[in-house]
């Protein structure tokens, strides 16, 4: 068994696995680490376990992630892996909530429950909130989301509110509830479960090891994932960082980041070799993945450059004709995710990404999650109940 400790990003500085804190005394970010190296053989000897905390796809990984034998588990992951039109795609939709917040929520409330808390807290654009709202009710936690008021998807509120959770709608954007639910926390003492907490990286990286583990530990050239608070992107990062130095993969896959034209601080920044760090005020259709501030900028950075990977934006547009063609696949997923292919098709028109190159792109959210950018009034007929008007309605539009 390993030593696990926090570590900051920026000064090195090491606390205790117990300290609640979310950043460092210098202000940089916090990431677990561990020594030792860790076999890969017991993840895929659990593949065929019954028990939930092996058939988690987080906590089959526990070594690597937190190890722990007594976890606050759906389970969560198992997510399939789709091949459709020479590319692959991981469907993080098809967790427990229907997005890929839940393997960094299993871990985060899990250690919520370590640390003795009683309430539990999240600035959301409405996946976070709904995936914390579950999570909490399980373990019994109060949950309390801050969501921009008006801003988030009409399903992921709807799921965040059944699920119990108190719900602030903040006049605001994802941002500043973001900037809030930090300062509630420290005052309030309520445990913080945005990815800003290094728990929720620690399950966001079994996206990448189960993935890892469909193709037989054998590494895509590409992984393709959409780019928000940036959680994600240093999650993969240190998956792929931390396979790589346990020796379970032997060369190192790409990433591309791919944000929305309207919320693209971190692709502003990679175009200037992240000299700079930007913060916008965003607007996409996308909801989930308008933020113009993001806190894991840092991280994310390093997993560009450790992973020779490159950030990329697409208008709402093109966003909204990738859905269509996911849609369309028969697997489906909400907007943020389509920026995935929309952002593979540019990547390639541009010559970054060759055809013949093995790509995954990772769908973050499922097709019911935004129900309105699901409507389309063109497959829509309505009629009289005879059987005239349902023929005429057939011979037209076929
Ligand atoms: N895709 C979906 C469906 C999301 O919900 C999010 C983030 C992202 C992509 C971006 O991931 O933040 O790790 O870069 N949603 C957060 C939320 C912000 O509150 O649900 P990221």
């Given at each position: 068994m390993s030593a696990e400790r926090l570590q900051c990003v920026t000064c090195a500085r090491t606390y205790d696995?117990?300290?609640?804190?979310?950043?460092?005394?210098?202000?940089g970010l916090l990431s677990i680490e561990r020594t030792g190296v860790i076999d890969r053989d017991s993840f895929d000897d659990r593949r065929t376990s019954r028990a939930d905390i092996d058939r988690s796809g987080v906590w089959r990984f526990r070594e690597a992630v937190?190890?722990?034998?007594?976890v606050v588990t759906h389970p969560e992951g198992g997510t399939r892996l789709y091949k459709r039109q020479g590319l692959l795609f991981k469907h993080e939709g098809e967790n427990p909530t229907g997005s890929f917040k839940d393997r960094g929520m299993t871990v985060a409330v899990t250690q919520a429950v370590r640390v003795g808390a009683t309430a539990v807290a999240c600035a959301s654009t409405g996946n976070t909130s709904a995936s914390l709202a579950a999570y909490a009710a399980q373990a019994g936690l109060r949950a309390i989301v801050f969501v921009p008021s008006g801003k988030i998807s009409s399903g992921k509120l709807a799921q965040t509110l059944a699920y119990g959770a108190t719900c602030l709608q903040v006049r605001g954007d994802f941002d500043a509830s973001m900037r809030l639910v930090r300062e509630a926390c420290d005052r309030l003492g309520i445990y913080l479960v945005n990815s800003i907490n290094p728990f929720r990286i620690e399950g966001q990286k079994t996206i990448i090891w189960e993935l890892l583990q469909d193709l037989?530990?054998?590494?895509?050239d590409w992984i393709v994932v959409p780019a928000g608070n940036l959680g994600n992107t240093s999650a993969f990062g240190k998956a792929l960082r931390e396979a790589f130095a346990h020796g379970w993969i032997t060369r190192m896959p790409r990433l591309a980041s791919i944000q929305a034209h309207g919320a693209n601080p971190f692709y502003r920044s990679y175009r200037e070799s992240f000299a700079t760090r930007h913060r916008i005020s965003a607007e996409t259709i996308a909801s989930a993945i308008r933020?113009?501030?993001?806190?894991?900028h840092d991280k994310a950075v390093a997993a560009i450059s450790e992973t020779g990977g490159v950030v990329e934006e697409v208008t709402d547009d093109e966003i909204m004709a990738a859905k269509r063609e996911i849609d369309g696949m028969g697997i489906g997923c909400e907007p943020a995710s389509a920026a995935t292919l929309a952002g593979v098709k540019k990547l390639r028109a541009a010559g970054i990404m060759k055809e013949d190159e093995q790509t995954v792109c990772v769908l973050?959210?499922?097709?019911?999650?935004?129900p309105e950018a699901n409507y389309r009034p063109e497959n829509v007929v309505e009629i009289d109940p005879t059987i005239e008007a349902v023929e005429r309605c057939c011979a037209n539009r076929r």
């Open positions: 696995i117990m300290d609640v804190r979310y950043t460092c005394d210098c202000g937190l190890n722990l034998d007594k037989g530990w054998e590494p895509p933020i113009g501030d993001p806190v894991s973050t959210g499922h097709i019911l999650k935004d």
